[in-house]
């Protein structure tokens, strides 16, 4: 796969080919990531993560709706009504947005309670969105870098976002369900359910093409 066929498969503007090609390219043969089908899964589904490619730390800017449709088990309807976006209001104030984190993360892979403030600490970064504790303290010790220390590395080192997308895929056996075609397994195994099933699975569908001609 060169630049084109990337950027084709990812469907992404000349800028963005430009900035990720080259480690994106090397987080690939890195981790073993090389097979078409491969590739196309990992696109898919890391840009699906990124937001096209766009995007290197998870936003929690929820409307209370939306905070209730992906966290109802882990946040109470009064506490959505009172973090989420409110009317008038252009995005949720980060005071909020960091609130929430603190609460939905919390007590989960090696997070502290709300108050150690966890939760925003290690949320979602990188272009596979690496989340929770335990998961930055084993990134760190398969790309010899302290994230646990420096978080913020996985979303303004664009290699190390890169790398960490490559190695959370080849830890979590993911070529191997790339392999088998589970699109829906797979999808479970980076998210831990089955959000933006549709969108990952139409990325899929034009990345392969896009690869495999």
């Known amino acids: 796969m060169d630049k084109t066929t990337f950027q084709k498969a990812a469907g992404i503007n000349d800028a963005l080919a430009d900035r990720w090609w080259p480690h ?14 491969r590739v196309a899964a990992w696109i898919a589904q890391v840009g699906h993560e990124s937001k096209g490619f766009s995007t290197l730390a998870e936003s929690f800017d929820y409307s209370v709706g939306g905070l ?12 959505a009504k009172t973090l989420g976006r409110q009317a008038g209001e ?49 990134c760190s010790h398969a790309l010899g870098v302290d994230l646990v ?7 303004t080192d664009d290699r190390l976002a890169a790398r960490s997308a490559g190695w959370f895929w ?9 392999d088998a075609g589970d699109q829906r ?24 093409q896009c690869i495999q001609g």
């Not at 209730?68 to 506490?79: G, Q």
Request: glycine share 10%; proline share 3%.
């Open 170 to 178: 080849f830890a979590n056996g993911c070529n191997q369900l790339a």
């Open 90 to 138: 252009r995005m949720v104030p980060l005071e909020h947005q960091q609130r929430i984190a603190s609460i939905v993360y919390a007590g989960r892979y090696g997070n502290g309670d709300a108050s150690t403030g966890d939760g925003w600490r290690y949320r979602g970064r990188g272009l596979k969105q690496i989340t929770f504790h335990d998961n930055y303290m084993a």
């Open 185 to 208: 397994a797979l999808t479970k195994r980076i998210n831990g359910g089955y959000n933006g099933l549709d969108d990952r699975m139409q990325r899929y569908v034009h990345a392969t």
């Open 24 to 37: 994106v390219d090397a987080a690939l043969f890195e981790f073993g990531i090389l097979l078409p089908h």
């Open 68 to 79: 209730l449709d992906t966290f109802d088990k882990r946040l109470s309807p009064a506490l």
């Open 149 to 155: 220390r420096q978080p913020e590395l996985l979303a």
